[in-house]
């Protein structure tokens, strides 16, 4: 029976010790390497038992999912305010809530943050190169070694990066070294080549983060019209092309969202004034923000959207931002929106975004971010039965899941989502 895969953004919560270390508030101490081995092989495990196909490492050791790609390039040695975003700056009672918080934007005005700006050659650094390796060879030799991951293949693990515009958003141009914004994004492009072809080389699938594509809109390029931003976009998409010229597009996907915060979103830009430039992209896999109240209606941008044959939906079908667990039911009617769309082959299920997409900064405690990643699995499996004709009254639940419920059979229990398929076709008789 055909399987939906389920998988998810990236960022999974950190182990509260090891927070202060990763944001470099304390420190690292002499273990610091075997800590992270063993925090990584504890979420590996923790994904498979869950149920999750294509997993990684949390993104354990950054700070946040961009500031570790830029430290390894040169040309960073100003400063600047951060951007903010329009909806916020909209919505200052909201805003007032964020006060004193600092990551990559600004989210309320009284809270000033500052972020490494350009200002000399960009270039990808021998110590960042070091760097990028150390952290390859940590999630594979653990993946490789972990008793659970016997029989995955290399690529069922993924490494996730910025694009060359997701870098531009949060850490700008000062216009002293590069004069024009496309020069200093070709310089980003060629610069992360090097990151994206090492990733992919080692024979990890690579995931290039863009919300440059969609919160880009409402923040870096807030001042720009829908057209105006259309073009930023193509080109963004062009330069992140060319630096992933030499990877097979089956080996890499990209990752699109309106920004992980959570806001009105009342400014983000429709999903169908940029869809048909993100479906330019090379990577194969496209991941999309799409279940949240600002998007979860944007699957029907597919009825006229046409997506290229080659092409993977990876809709987001888990709010990463509330503690609401999504029923399976949910789940499966959100994947087959998409499905009756684009066929069952072309869909993947994924979260809306990351789970802690900066270290610390966690809407969902951890205990429930597995509670809703055992609800996706369940929930996918009901969609994979019922887009091939199966009864929706038989239902796949996980074994302790408070959402289980009575079928003809009893409960169908079980601990991951090769289990999940087979009974699902046994409950069908097939």
């Given amino acids: 029976m055909a399987r939906i895969l389920c998988t998810h953004v ?22 610091w390497e075997s800590q992270l081995r063993s925090a990584t092989s504890d979420l590996l495990g923790k994904q498979i038992d869950a149920g999750l196909d294509v997993i990684n490492d949390g993104e354990l050791s950054r700070r946040d999912y961009v500031t ?45 943050i500052e972020n490494p700006a350009c200002d000399g050659e960009v270039t990808y650094t021998g110590d960042g190169l070091k760097s990028l390796e150390s952290e390859i060879e940590r999630v594979i030799a653990v993946f490789r070694g972990h008793a659970k991951c016997n029989g995955r293949e290399t690529d069922s693990c993924f490494f996730s990066s910025p694009s060359p515009g997701t870098i531009m958003t949060f850490f700008p141009n000062s216009g002293s070294y590069y004069k024009t914004h496309e020069e200093y994004i070709r310089a980003l492009g060629k610069a992360m080549k090097t990151e994206y072809e090492r990733i992919a080389a080692s024979g990890l699938m690579l995931q290039v983060d863009c919300p440059d594509l969609a919160m880009g809109r409402h923040t870096a390029f807030k001042h720009q019209t829908t057209e105006e931003f259309r073009d930023t976009a193509a080109l963004h998409v062009k330069v992140m092309n ?4 030499n990877i097979p597009a089956d080996k890499c996907r990209i990752h699109v969202c309106w920004g992980n915060y959570p806001g009105p979103h009342d400014c983000d830009v429709p999903l169908k004034d940029v869809a048909d430039i993100i479906l330019t992209a090379k990577p194969r896999f496209i991941s999309l923000e799409a279940c949240n109240p600002g998007h979860a209606h944007e699957w029907e941008v597919f009825q006229t959207t046409k997506m290229p044959e080659d092409k993977v939906l990876l809709p987001g079908v888990l709010d990463t931002t509330t503690c609401h667990i999504e029923h399976p039911r949910l789940v499966a009617q959100r994947l087959l929106n998409y499905v009756r769309l684009v066929g069952i082959e072309r869909v993947q299920a994924c979260t809306d975004c990351g789970f802690s997409t900066a270290a610390g900064a966690v809407n969902v405690p951890e205990e429930l971010v597995w509670k809703k990643m055992r609800s996706m699995v369940e929930g996918a499996a009901i969609a994979a039965r019922e887009a091939v004709g ?22 169908a229990q079980s601990k991951n989502a090769e289990e999940v398929a087979a009974k699902s076709e046994k409950a069908k008789g097939l």
């Fill in 68 to 112: 570790a790609a830029r430290q390894r390039l040169s040309g960073f040695g100003t400063k600047a305010k951060s951007v903010s975003a329009s909806d916020l700056e909209e919505s200052p009672e909201f805003a007032a809530r964020f006060k004193g918080r600092k990551g990559l934007l600004t989210l309320e005005k009284e809270t000033l």
């Fill in 10 to 31: 990236g960022s999974l919560p950190r182990p509260a010790a090891m927070v202060p270390i990763v944001r470099g508030d304390e420190p690292e101490p002499a273990d």
């Fill in 242 to 245: 060319e630096a992933l010229e």
């Fill in 390 to 411: 199966g009864s929706p009254s038989k239902r796949i639940f996980f074994e302790g899941s408070c959402l289980e419920q009575k079928c003809s059979g009893g409960y």
